[in-house]
């Protein structure tokens, strides 16, 4: 079973373009990030914590305007 951890709201269409999702395998948590696209990218938290992927995601989305 996935949680959605963050929602991006790109444009207005109500639903969220880009979203992240976690999971947790063999005791492990696995970050989804569903692109909006049909594009998934799939992080380990071994690797990488909740708040590396948002900011991963954020850059990837926004660019540097931040």
Same mark, same amino acid.
Not at 3 to 25: A, H, P, W
Not at 36 to 65: A, H
């Given at each position: 079973?996935?949680?959605?951890? *963050? #929602? =991006?709201? %790109?444009?207005?269409? @109500?639903?969220? !373009? +880009? &979203? %992240? $999702?976690? !999971? &947790? %395998? $063999?005791? =492990? *948590?696995? =970050?989804? #990030?569903?692109?909006?696209? @049909?594009?998934?990218?799939?992080?380990?938290?071994?690797?990488? *914590?909740?708040?590396? #992927?948002?900011?991963? #995601?954020?850059? *990837? +989305?926004? @660019? !540097?305007?931040?």
């Amino acid at each position: 079973m996935r949680l959605l951890e *963050k #929602v =991006y709201q %790109i444009n207005n269409s @109500g639903l969220g !373009d +880009v &979203r %992240i $999702f976690s !999971d &947790r %395998i $063999f005791c =492990y *948590k696995r =970050y989804h #990030v569903d692109w909006g696209n @049909g594009n998934e990218t799939m992080y380990s938290s071994l690797w990488y *914590k909740l708040p590396e #992927v948002e900011k991963l #995601v954020e850059q *990837k +989305v926004f @660019g !540097d305007r931040e």
